[in-house]
C-alpha cells in the first residue's frame, strides 16, 4: 500500500528547468564563461550550493560562491514572479486527486525553500501542498536519500510506504537509496535524464495516478 506520495518539485509539478537554465548561463556568461547547456544537464536536480561549488572549481571563477548563491536567487525569483507560470499539465489535479483520498503529499526539491515557496504560490499547490523540504536544508543532497528521508519524517510515514515522483537521474537514485519506490516523469526540458532505474516511467501526469495504484497496489 501507498501511505504517502513526494514529489520533485523542478521538471514535475512546474516546467522550471528552463527558467533554472536561463538564471545559471546568464550568471555565467556574467562571469565570462560561455558553456553549452548540456552542461548543465548533469546538475539536474543537485543543490545550487554543490553545484555552484562543483562548476566553481572546474572553472576557475575566482568569486564567493555565497555571493553567487544570492545573485541566482534573486534572478530566479524575480524570472518566476515576473513570468507566466503555471503548474504542469495535470500536476495540480493530480494532486489534488490524491489529497482527496487523504493520500498525505510533500515536496522535496532541490531548489532552495524561498523558491520552492514562490513556485508553490505561483502555480496554486500551496492550496494542497503544506509540507516541503529542500535538499539544502539537509545533509547530503540528491543522489543521497537524505531529502526524501526527510520528507517521509514529515509526514510520520516509513520510507518504504513513499512513492516518489522524479524527473532527473538524481533524484530517482536518491528515492532507491532510501527504499522508496519511484516514478519517472520524463520531461524533455530536464534534458535526457536516465529514468532506468525508476519503477515506471510517464510522459504524461495523466497516467501518473494509474502507475502510483499499480505500484501501490491501491491506496489505504
Same mark, same amino acid.
Given at each position: 500500500?501507498?501511505?504517502?506520495v ?5 521538471? @514535475?509539478?512546474?516546467? #522550471?528547468?528552463?527558467?533554472? %537554465?536561463r538564471?545559471?548561463?546568464t550568471?555565467?556568461? $556574467? ?6 547547456r548540456? %552542461?548543465?544537464?548533469?546538475? !539536474? ?7 555552484? $561549488? ?21 534572478? $530566479?525569483?524575480?524570472l ?8 504542469? #499539465?495535470?500536476?495540480?489535479e ?5 489529497v482527496v $483520498? ?9 531548489? #532552495? ?5 514562490? =513556485?508553490? /504560490?505561483k502555480? *496554486? ?6 509540507? %516541503? !523540504? #529542500?535538499?539544502?536544508?539537509?545533509? /547530503?543532497?540528491?543522489? +543521497?536519500?537524505?531529502?526524501?528521508l526527510e ?5 510520520? @510515514? ?5 512513492? =516518489?515522483?522524479e524527473?532527473?537521474?538524481? *533524484?530517482?537514485?536518491?528515492?532507491k ?5 519511484v516514478?519517472? %516523469?520524463?520531461n ?8 532506468s532505474? +525508476?519503477? +515506471? =516511467? ?7 495516478? /494509474?502507475?502510483l495504484?499499480?505500484? *501501490?497496489?491501491?491506496?489505504?
Amino acid at each position: 500500500m501507498i501511505d504517502a506520495v513526494i514529489f520533485d518539485m523542478d521538471g @514535475v509539478l512546474i516546467d #522550471s528547468e528552463p527558467l533554472h %537554465y536561463r538564471t545559471d548561463l546568464t550568471l555565467l556568461g $556574467k562571469l565570462g564563461i560561455q558553456v553549452q547547456r548540456d %552542461y548543465l544537464n548533469r546538475f !539536474v536536480g543537485m543543490t545550487n550550493p554543490e553545484m555552484w $561549488k562543483t562548476i566553481i572549481s572546474e572553472q576557475g571563477i575566482a568569486r564567493d560562491i555565497d555571493e553567487i548563491l544570492s545573485e541566482q536567487l534573486e534572478l $530566479k525569483l524575480q524570472l518566476l514572479n515576473d513570468g507566466d507560470w503555471t503548474a504542469l #499539465s495535470g500536476a495540480v489535479e493530480l494532486v489534488e486527486g490524491l489529497v482527496v $483520498k487523504e493520500i498525505p503529499v510533500a515536496v522535496a526539491s532541490s531548489s #532552495s525553500l524561498p523558491f520552492i515557496e514562490g =513556485v508553490l /504560490r505561483k502555480t *496554486g499547490l500551496d492550496r494542497f501542498i503544506h509540507r %516541503y !523540504v #529542500s535538499a539544502e536544508s539537509v545533509a /547530503r543532497g540528491k543522489p +543521497a536519500p537524505d531529502v526524501f528521508l526527510e520528507a517521509a519524517r514529515m509526514l510520520a @510515514v516509513s520510507p518504504v510506504q513513499c512513492l =516518489v515522483v522524479e524527473d532527473s537521474r538524481n *533524484g530517482v537514485l536518491a528515492a532507491k537509496a532510501a527504499g522508496m519506490r519511484v516514478i519517472g %516523469y520524463r520531461n524533455p526540458s530536464s534534458g535526457d535524464q536516465d529514468l532506468s532505474r +525508476a519503477d +515506471a =516511467v510517464v510522459t504524461d501526469h495523466r497516467d501518473t495516478m /494509474r502507475e502510483l495504484e499499480r505500484l *501501490g497496489g491501491g491506496f489505504q
